[in-house]
Structures are given as C-alpha cells and as structure tokens.
C-alpha cells in the first residue's frame, strides 16, 4: 500500500483547509487509516482515525473542528479542518495500517505542510 497527502498550504487564523491522502495498490487490505501531525520541536501525534467500516475517532485536539472521511471508490481519505489555529500548524502525515495473514504494515506519506498564521 502507497500513501500520499495533498492539499497543506498557509492558511489565516480561523480558516479551513481540506487534505487529502489517496492510497494505492493493496487498499484491500486497509484496517484503518490514520492523520497524524507534526510540529516543529514535538513528537508525531495522532489526529484522527477512520477504520474500514468508517468509523471515525478524533483526537481531543481535533474534536468538533476536524472532520475524517473517506472516498471509497477513489481510495482517498480526507482530514477537513475548521476553526485553525496557530497551534495547528504542523506536517501533517496519512497513514496507512493494513495487514496481510502474516503480520500488519504500516504505510507512511511524505507528508503535507499546514501553516496557520495568527
């Protein structure tokens, strides 16, 4: 499975942006797919989460501001965000965990930068 985001840019205060993650190849095998973050100087830190079913879960950071969702038949994974905040601005990643009978895998993209300005 290949990940890749798009869609990070410099945003105001207050502002939105959509991201996206497309995945390729095995995307049978996904058990969720994940939105992580990271700022400068932090360690990585999970956003939100949506598993095959499409249940999503969202960190308390994220709550009520993002949203996740998915495209099925494009294989795209979206992170709307509302209401950002300097705070926000981060590389945001997409990660994809998917499994085969022998063991799981984790797949990473390049990853997207968010800048918010105050």
């Known amino acids: 499975v290949q990940v890749v985001e798009s869609g990070g840019g410099l945003v105001q205060f207050g502002g939105s942006l959509r991201l996206s993650c497309a995945a390729s190849?095995?995307?049978?095998?996904?058990?969720?797919m994940d939105w992580y973050r990271q700022a400068p100087g932090k360690q990585r830190e999970l956003v939100a989460r949506i598993t095959s079913g499409g249940m999503p879960s969202y960190a308390d950071s994220a709550k009520g501001r993002f949203t996740i969702s998915r495209d099925s038949a494009s294989n795209t994974v979206y992170l709307q965000m509302n209401s950002l905040k300097p705070e926000d601005t981060a590389v945001y990643y997409c990660?994809?965990?998917?499994?085969?009978?022998?063991?799981?895998?984790?797949?990473w993209g390049p990853g997207t930068q968010v800048t918010v300005s105050s």
């Open positions: 190849g095995a995307v049978h095998a996904i058990n969720h």
């Open positions: 990660n994809a965990i998917w499994a085969t009978m022998e063991r799981e895998y984790e797949s």
